[in-house]
Nanobody
Framework: QVQLVESGGGMVQAGGSLRLSCAAS????????MGWFRQAPGKEREFVAA????????HYADSVKGRFTISRDNANDTVYLQMNSLKPEDTAGYYC??????????????????????WGQGTQVTVSS
């Protein structure tokens, strides 16, 4: 079974940067879109960013626009999340997601949990003030 393997989480001071990576465990993995959600303690899981594989278009939650950048490596089916100007409210578990069914293309949505059928195990990001 294909797994999404995340890396790059950690602890950083406010204003700092981190880069998350997510790779599929199998090279035959293909997806229509990949992205990131996050979940803070006591809060619901929320959309962070996504990128479509067909044209590379990117989508961001308002809370991270201008600070986070999502990118991809087509050859290695890897997606990255560069996080700059981190704030304590960015503290959360970050989950890599993939849409392999084409749900995002069919519905025109990209920020809903149900858009994605593969989820990683999560990587913790902690931002101290």
């Amino acid at each position: 079974q294909v797994q999404l393997v995340e890396s790059g989480g950690g602890m950083v001071q406010a204003g700092g940067s981190l880069r998350l990576s997510c790779a599929a465990s199998q090279r035959t993995f293909s997806s229509y879109a990949m992205g990131w959600f996050r979940q803070a303690p006591g809060k619901e899981r929320e959309f962070v960013a996504a990128i479509t594989w067909s044209d590379g278009s990117t989508h961001y939650a308002d809370s991270v626009k201008g600070r986070f950048t999502i990118s991809r490596d087509n050859a290695n089916d890897t997606v990255y999340l560069q996080m700059n100007s981190l704030k304590p409210e960015d503290t959360a578990g970050y989950y890599c997601v993939a849409d392999t069914f084409g749900t995002t293309a069919a519905t025109g949505t990209i920020s809903f949990i149900d858009d994605y059928d593969y989820w990683g195990q999560g990587t913790q990001v902690t931002v101290s003030s």
